[in-house]
């Protein structure tokens, strides 16, 4: 069974910035599209950002232009840039990668955003 393994959360600053990854534990398709959800208390899951396998990417409005999503498909692994942070994006992030019959998620990594 694999296994995405998220690192990188934690506390920041108003106006900081953290860079999530996620990493699967086996193997994955390279044609695997790859994302990032998050989920803040008392909210339902959301998505952040994607990327297909041709590195396509697509964004939530409220992290445009300061988050950015890259892969690096020999290593099939995501990243997640996050710049400007504001105490609204504190939240469980996820990581999730998905293609044919497949869908895997990550545990999810906390990312808290306060003075």
């Known amino acids: 069974q694999v296994q995405l393994v998220e690192s990188g959360g934690g506390l920041v600053q108003p106006g900081g910035s953290l860079r999530l990854s996620c990493a699967p534990s086996g193997n994955i398709f390279s044609t695997y599209s790859m994302g990032w959800y998050r989920q803040a208390p008392g909210k339902q899951r959301e998505l952040v950002a994607s990327?297909?396998?041709?590195?396509?990417?697509n964004y939530a409005d409220s992290v445009k232009g300061r988050f950015t999503i890259s892969r690096d498909n020999a290593k099939n692994t995501v990243y997640l840039q996050m710049n400007s942070l504001k105490p609204e994006d504190t939240a469980v992030y996820y990581c999730r990668s998905w293609g044919g019959p497949y869908d895997y998620w990550g545990q999810g990594t906390q990312v808290t955003v306060s003075s």
């Open positions: 990327i297909s396998s041709a590195k396509s990417t």
